[in-house]
């Protein structure tokens, strides 16, 4: 099985109505990701960089338990992860406050384990990111990020990347269209969801949004379209592959992150791309029926078969 690699930032988490018993647990796009591929079957380790407290000790302790690779984290002496809380109003709408501004994995590049990680990172078959990967940096680290994604891709490794647009972390879509034009060069599989390329792109549909991808060098694109399904556009044709119907979903909350991973997971299995979009629907409309962004375990589907 090809190995991937996940590359991004995960925070520690504070969720509650309660504000004097809120509970802890961490979240981030690409981790949920790396925990559906690791669960799916795929040899996946997760690169990032932490602290050196015991709030991080426990982040890989709990990815180490899912069978996520660490040993590409770097730990920043004297500093903590990210964090951000979660807000719950009478309605079940949620609004999200962050103190990240600090986080080690800002630094990445500039750790003493960035070489390190650099060199082994060109072992690897698939190189995992996304938009909110893009904005946690700038100037001289988005080019060495640019470097590695090259070097990956003339050993023979793969890119797949998710625009993932969140427009707290850019000053403006500009930079933002900017950033990712420059990875998608770089990209062999883009998963965008239309409403973020729409922002940022202007795209007018999702055929619009693969057509542009496929311009600017992507082999294979699946575009999400929420609760509408996926377009996928690879060099077999277009397809339109419709979600599974749910009734009363809990929480939305990495679905994308888990259709990606089962997206990814089924074409490293052999499967085509319209099929992949179908196991992929599956897994993430699992998903929505429990809070947090990752389900149990046991509620995989397939799990127990």
């Known amino acids: 099985m090809p190995r991937v690699a996940c590359i991004g930032?995960?925070?520690?988490?504070?969720?509650?109505?309660?504000?004097?018993?809120?509970?802890?647990?961490?979240?981030?796009?690409?981790?949920?990701?790396?925990?559906?591929?690791?669960?799916?079957?795929?040899?996946?380790?997760?690169?990032?960089?932490?602290?050196?407290?015991?709030?991080?000790?426990?982040?890989?302790?709990?990815?180490?338990?899912?069978?996520?690779?660490?040993?590409?984290?770097?730990?920043?002496?004297?500093?903590?992860?990210?964090?951000?809380?979660?807000?719950?109003?009478?309605?079940?709408?949620?609004?999200?406050?962050?103190?990240?501004?600090?986080?080690?994995?800002?630094?990445?590049?500039?750790?003493?384990?960035?070489?390190?990680?650099?060199?082994?990172?060109?072992?690897?078959?698939?190189?995992?990111?996304?938009?909110?990967?893009?904005?946690?940096y700038g100037g001289d680290h988005l080019a060495r990020l640019r470097d590695l994604l090259d070097a990956v891709r003339a050993k023979g490794g793969k890119v797949m990347f998710d625009t993932n647009y969140r427009p707290r972390g850019w000053p403006n879509t500009t930079a933002a269209r900017t950033a990712m034009t420059e990875i998608l060069n770089r990209t062999d599989l883009a998963v965008p969801t239309f409403d973020d390329d729409r922002e940022v792109f202007g795209d007018r549909d999702a055929e619009a949004s693969a057509a542009r991808l496929h311009e600017v060098g992507v082999g294979e694109v699946v575009v999400k379209m929420d609760a509408s399904g996926c377009l996928v556009s690879a060099s077999a044709g277009q397809e339109r592959v419709k979600t599974t119907a749910r009734l009363n979903p809990r929480d939305t909350t990495g679905a994308g992150d888990a259709f990606n991973a089962g997206y990814l997971a089924a074409r490293l299995k052999g499967l085509p791309p319209v099929a992949a979009a179908r196991d992929a629907h599956q897994l993430a409309g699992s998903v929505i029926m429990y809070a947090g962004a990752i389900m149990p375990r046991d509620a995989m589907p397939g799990a127990g078969q």
């Open 9 to 136: 930032e995960c925070m520690l988490e504070l969720s509650g109505a309660d504000r004097q018993a809120m509970t802890l647990s961490y979240g981030g796009d690409t981790l949920n990701t790396a925990i559906y591929l690791s669960r799916l079957g795929v040899p996946t380790d997760y690169v990032t960089a932490l602290g050196d407290d015991p709030y991080s000790d426990w982040m890989i302790e709990q990815w180490r338990a899912e069978g996520v690779g660490t040993d590409l984290v770097a730990r920043a002496k004297d500093r903590i992860p990210g964090l951000y809380a979660i807000q719950t109003d009478a309605e079940g709408e949620r609004r999200f406050f962050y103190w990240r501004d600090q986080a080690p994995v800002r630094d990445l590049f500039d750790l003493p384990e960035s070489t390190h990680i650099t060199a082994r990172l060109l072992e690897y078959d698939w190189i995992y990111l996304t938009g909110i990967t893009l904005s946690l």
